[in-house]
């Protein structure tokens, strides 16, 4: 067993010993109230998921394991010669749940690019897709291509004993990660740079290899890929696709079954597609008034014209927020520090002072603030990754991070299938109407 899994190993007995005691001490006891109201609206607020890698807060935003993004901008190793956290480093924090050291991260890159091989049929499965189709459903079919190497699917069919579960899929789970990247680079190189295909170099980080794959050798933006995959990593377990990855996974679905559901609920445009989403409604509305940096008026014109037309204004709003999320201002500052003048991120600025007002103008939306997606694909875009319909993808190979740590806890807590109960408007009328 090589040492990350040993290390992670021993980090197991006292975990399960400690929720175990934790049920037999306080399993009966109340946490919250349900509401009618909720079950009509999409279970919002509902405590009903256990998610041990990150806890979102509505005022504060995410923190990983405890740690807020400017924490762990400060506490986890970065690149030599970088300033952003190793995304290795984020994934191990949220896996072993202790800080790692620059030692534990370098052994995260290299265990991780040792496992990087992804299978030919995989391109091939790619290769048949019209090059229009979108990059997502390229993605999806990639990854369910890449479950003929599931370690979990195999064990399980050799009759493996359930305690032993956690050990397959964190393989799969690492196997997933290592491989990610390549596939996203080749779709993304299939389509925009007509199947020029670049090798991995394996002496790279994760991050600066895809970024490497993708065809960019910009220190600068090597340095936003590890940050971009960072802040993206996880946002605890009730979003569609942590949730689907989750939900999936209590089937004992392998980790690729599970994160094909995970990436087609990241590919709707209330969740993940808001980040290309963004940039299209942006671009749109800068043609539209002829293009340079619009006004405060001519955007908060376009603005209600979006609403009037019956629209959302992409990348505001969240289930869960009530600030703006500490995922934009780390992109903001990386964009002031780096490119202030940039006349995209000018106008994502304006856009900024603009829209929170209307929005709270409307009486209904519950969080007029930027959400991740506002600031992304302005980056992207600076550093000539401008094709926004891949954005998603690399939301996509980020999220791995998080849900893939949870899938492997889930497994070493021993939870069992998901299923709660549902019931109709029929028998919810009947139970008060008796009251
Ligand atoms: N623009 C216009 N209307 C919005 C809005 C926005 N950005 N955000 C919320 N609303 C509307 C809702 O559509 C809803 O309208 P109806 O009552 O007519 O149906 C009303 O305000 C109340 O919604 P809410 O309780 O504030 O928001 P929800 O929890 O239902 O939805 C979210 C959250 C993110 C889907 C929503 O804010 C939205 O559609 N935002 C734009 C898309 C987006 O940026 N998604 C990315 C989220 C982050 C991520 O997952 O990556």
């Known amino acids: 067993m090589d040492k990350l899994k040993a290390h992670f190993e021993s980090r197991i007995e006292?975990?399960?010993?400690?929720?175990?005691?934790?049920?037999?001490?306080?399993?009966?006891e109340v946490i919250g109230e349900i509401k009618v109201s909720q079950l009509y609206a999409g279970m919002r607020g509902m405590p009903a998921l256990?998610?041990?890698?990150?806890?979102?807060?509505?005022?504060?935003?995410?923190?990983?394991?405890?740690?807020?993004?400017?924490?762990?901008?400060?506490?986890?190793?970065?690149?030599?010669?970088?300033?952003?956290?190793?995304?290795?480093?984020?994934?191990?924090?949220?896996?072993?749940?202790?800080?790692?050291?620059?030692?534990?991260?370098?052994?995260?890159?290299?265990?991780?690019?040792?496992?990087?091989?992804?299978?030919?049929?995989?391109?091939?499965?790619?290769?048949?897709?019209?090059?229009?189709?979108?990059?997502?459903?390229?993605?999806?079919?990639?990854?369910?291509?890449?479950?003929?190497?599931?370690e979990f699917q195999r064990a399980y069919r050799e009759g493996i004993n359930k305690k032993d579960y956690w050990e397959p899929v964190y393989e799969d789970a690492m196997n997933l990660i290592a491989r990610l990247p390549r596939i996203a680079a080749y779709i993304y190189r299939r389509m925009y740079h007509e199947g020029d295909h670049i090798e991995p170099n394996s002496k790279l980080d994760w991050s600066g290899?895809?970024?490497?794959?993708?065809?960019?050798?910009?220190?600068?933006?090597?340095?936003?890929?590890?940050?971009?995959?960072?802040?993206h990593a996880d946002h605890e377990g009730g979003n569609v696709s942590a949730h689907a990855i989750h939900l999936v996974g209590s089937a004992l679905s392998d980790p690729y079954l599970s994160f094909t559901?995970?990436?087609?609920?990241?590919?709707?445009?209330?969740?993940?597609?808001?980040?290309?989403?963004?940039?299209?409604?942006?671009?749109?509305?800068?043609?539209?008034?002829?293009?340079?940096?619009?006004?405060?008026?001519?955007?908060?014109?376009?603005?209600?014209?979006?609403?009037?037309?019956?629209?959302?204004?992409?990348?505001?709003?969240h289930a869960v927020l009530r600030k703006t999320d500490p995922r934009y201002t780390a992109q903001r500052e990386f964009a002031m520090e780096h490119m202030p003048h940039d006349e995209l991120f000018l106008?994502?600025?304006?856009?900024?002072?603009?829209?929170?007002?209307?929005?709270?103008?409307?009486?209904?939306?519950?969080?007029?603030?930027?959400?991740?997606?506002?600031?992304?694909?302005?980056l992207l875009m600076h550093y000539g990754l401008t094709q926004y319909d891949f954005y998603t993808v690399m939301f996509g190979v980020s999220r791995s991070l998080g849900t893939m740590a949870s899938l492997i806890w889930d497994r070493v807590l021993g939870f069992p299938i998901e299923r709660p109960g549902s019931t109709t408007t029929e028998l919810l009328k009947a139970k008060f109407a008796a009251k």
Do not use: C
């Open 14 to 28: 006292n975990s399960v010993k400690e929720v175990k005691d934790f049920i037999a001490a306080h399993g009966d």
């Open 347 to 378: 106008i994502v600025s304006r856009v900024y002072e603009v829209v929170p007002d209307i929005l709270k103008a409307t009486g209904k939306v519950k969080n007029p603030w930027p959400n991740v997606d506002a600031h992304s694909g302005q």
């Open 209 to 231: 290899n895809f970024a490497h794959m993708l065809g960019f050798n910009n220190e600068e933006f090597y340095e936003l890929m590890r940050m971009y995959m960072t802040i």
């Open 261 to 317: 559901a995970g990436m087609a609920g990241l590919a709707g445009p209330l969740h993940g597609l808001a980040n290309q989403e963004v940039i299209r409604w942006i671009l749109s509305m800068r043609d539209e008034l002829g293009g340079g940096l619009p006004s405060k008026e001519q955007i908060a014109s376009y603005v209600k014209k979006t609403l009037n037309d019956g629209k959302v204004i992409p990348g505001f709003g």
């Open 50 to 150: 256990i998610t041990e890698t990150s806890k979102l807060d509505a005022e504060e935003g995410i923190r990983f394991r405890g740690y807020s993004i400017p924490e762990l901008q400060e506490k986890l190793p970065a690149y030599p010669g970088g300033k952003q956290p190793l995304p290795e480093g984020i994934f191990y924090l949220m896996l072993m749940n202790e800080l790692p050291s620059e030692d534990d991260v370098r052994r995260m890159s290299n265990n991780w690019a040792r496992r990087a091989q992804v299978p030919h049929h995989v391109f091939k499965i790619i290769d048949a897709f019209p090059k229009h189709a979108h990059p997502m459903t390229q993605f999806l079919a990639g990854i369910t291509a890449l479950r003929t190497e599931s």
